[in-house]
């Protein structure tokens, strides 16, 4: 898969997956919604609810930056099958211009979060690597 049809299905995809690892080595993985501006793939913290505020990925973020995000497309039709992964260095934005500015680009992305604002922190991931399969 060339990088247009790369960008092209991050475009199309709604949800991801974000893995990272955590300073026992053990790999997490989550859901995430996101948005993408040029060589950046950006998502926030939400109000969806959660157990805590402290999330692990936050904390696999800050001891190691390495992540993986992960979007596919799924059909019985197997024809129709496609993967999506970038490998990056990611950074929490705890505050400032640029969380505000990824924060905006979810919001632009979202309707949901037209009414419910994304309270962040946000995360900007440097995109390094980008790889991806289909069979046409």
């Keep these: 898969m060339d990088a247009t049809a790369i ?14 690892v955590g300073v026992d080595g ?8 996101f948005a993408i501006e040029g060589e950046t793939l950006y998502f926030a ?4 609810p959660k157990r805590t505020t ?7 973020i800050a001891s190691n930056p390495a992540v993986s995000v992960l979007f596919d497309h799924y059909e019985e039709d197997w024809t129709r099958l496609w993967w999506v992964r970038v490998d990056g260095s ?3 934005l705890d ?4 969380a505000r500015h990824a924060i905006d680009l ?3 992305r979202y309707a949901q979060y037209s009414n419910a604002r994304p309270g962040g922190p946000a995360v900007a991931i440097s995109i390094e690597r980008m790889s991806g399969w289909s069979p046409g």
């Design 7 to 20: 960008r092209r299905r991050i475009l199309e995809a709604r949800a991801a997956r974000l893995a990272t």
């Design 26 to 33: 053990r790999p997490h993985i989550v859901p995430i919604t």
């Design 45 to 48: 913290v939400d109000a969806k």
């Design 54 to 60: 402290h999330l692990k990925r936050l904390r696999n």
């Design 90 to 92: 990611a950074r929490v």
């Design 95 to 98: 505050d400032g211009a640029e």
């Design 106 to 108: 979810l919001v632009n």
